[in-house]
């Protein structure tokens, strides 16, 4: 059975930083490349989410990036992640995926 993948224009941003940061281009172009094939929709941050994100901040104990990512998720109607990162655990609307 298939799973619908999807992410935002801010994992874009944090492995192009992450990579760069490190000299890794090519691995930054490579990494890119592949979450661009396997995930449909890429969805932008909107000013919606910022909103929701500032909101979250304020109730849970979680970092501005996951905040972010979880307003996203929030206003897309998306309660699935897969993550590494407990600080999703928090907030009561997401599942996390351990993966």
Do not use: G, W
Not at 36 to 58: F, G, H, M, N, R
Not at 68 to 85: E, F, G, K, P
Request: aromatic residues 6%.
């Amino acid at each position: 059975s298939k799973i619908q993948v999807c992410t935002n224009t801010e994992v874009f941003q944090e492995i192009l930083y992450r990579y760069y940061s490190l000299d890794k281009k090519e691995l930054a172009h490579q990494a890119c490349k592949l979450l661009e094939d396997i995930t449909e929709p890429i969805l932008s941050v909107s000013q919606e989410d910022i909103t929701k994100a500032i909101a979250l901040l304020k109730q849970y104990s979680i970092n501005v990036r996951d905040a972010v990512h979880a307003a996203t998720m929030l206003n897309n109607d998306i309660r699935h992640i897969i993550s590494t990162d407990t600080h999703f655990d928090q907030i009561p609307e997401i599942k996390r995926i351990q993966p």
